[in-house]
């Protein structure tokens, strides 16, 4: 740490600090700049307990449920969002995930962080699976290097493979909901190399992004399959177009 303190200074000077959205000067390495903050948007309070939608009667006590999860519950115990996916968080996902910045995974995790609940007791911290072919392809898995650093802030267990991706899906965007479940029917499982580890444990799912909850669902089945006793989903950006 205390090296690290100690090059700062000259990483500065050969790598001036740069906004890793719209590449503006800032003050230091691993941040965004004022404009791109401000951009973002964070999940409003209060919220459902159970799936974090933002409710727009602020009287509302913390606890309560939306009618969606009251209509069908969730199997899944709760979702911590960083922000809510709009032009700028957009942007931070596409650097990260295809424009190979790894380099913001500690910053993204972090920003997970200040929305996820304490984790009482052990944990185990799973990323969602990409397909082998996919990894060869970016060279790395985004959810697993979110995972990673959480695990290591939250002093928790990574399980890097307790879920597997069978087959290769196609991008889920503009599918209906019959069409999504079609696509990951049979794609997501639980590894069966991991399955003492995950029978009776506490998993939490990360993800950079959650759109349709399609995905995220069959990663939940998969685990309660292993016999998961509690899951709980932290991602960084959530598409919810009713609360921008």
């Known amino acids: 740490m205390?090296?690290?303190?100690?090059?700062a200074?000259?990483?500065d000077?050969?790598?001036p600090p740069r906004c890793p959205s719209c590449g503006a000067g800032i003050a230091a390495q691993q941040g965004l700049c004022t404009d791109c903050w401000s951009e973002l948007v964070i999940p409003g309070e209060p919220s459902c307990e159970k799936c974090q939608r933002p409710f727009g009667n602020a009287s509302l006590e913390q606890g309560a449920i939306c009618a969606p999860c009251m209509a069908d519950p969730p199997l899944h115990d709760g979702i911590a969002a960083a922000a809510l996916y709009n032009d700028a968080s957009r942007q931070l996902v596409l650097s990260f995930k295809h424009g190979r910045k790894i380099a913001l995974a500690p910053m993204?995790?972090?920003l997970i962080l200040t929305r996820l609940p304490a984790l009482d007791g052990e944990w185990l911290i799973v990323p969602v699976p990409l397909h082998r072919s996919r990894i060869w392809q970016r060279g790395y898995?985004?959810?697993?290097l979110l995972g990673q650093e959480i695990a290591r802030r939250r002093n928790q267990k990574m399980l890097y493979d307790g879920l597997i991706r069978r087959k290769r899906t196609p991008p889920l965007g503009g599918l209906g909901k019959?069409?999504?479940?079609?696509a990951l029917s049979g794609a997501i499982t639980f590894n069966p190399k991991r399955a003492r580890q995950l029978n009776g444990a506490r998993v939490l799912l990360v993800d950079d992004v959650m759109t349709s909850g399609a995905t995220t669902q069959a990663c939940v089945k998969a685990l309660k399959r292993a016999g998961v006793n509690k899951v709980r989903i932290a991602c960084f950006a959530r598409v919810l177009d009713e609360a921008l």
């Not at 898995?141 to 697993?144: E, G, I, K, T, Y």
């Not at 019959?178 to 079609?182: F, L, M, V």
């Open 141 to 144: 898995n985004q959810s697993a």
């Open 178 to 182: 019959k069409a999504r479940a079609r």
């Open 13 to 15: 000077l050969v790598y």
């Open 2 to 7: 205390f090296l690290k303190a100690s090059f």
């Open 108 to 110: 993204l995790a972090r």
């Open 9 to 11: 200074p000259l990483v």
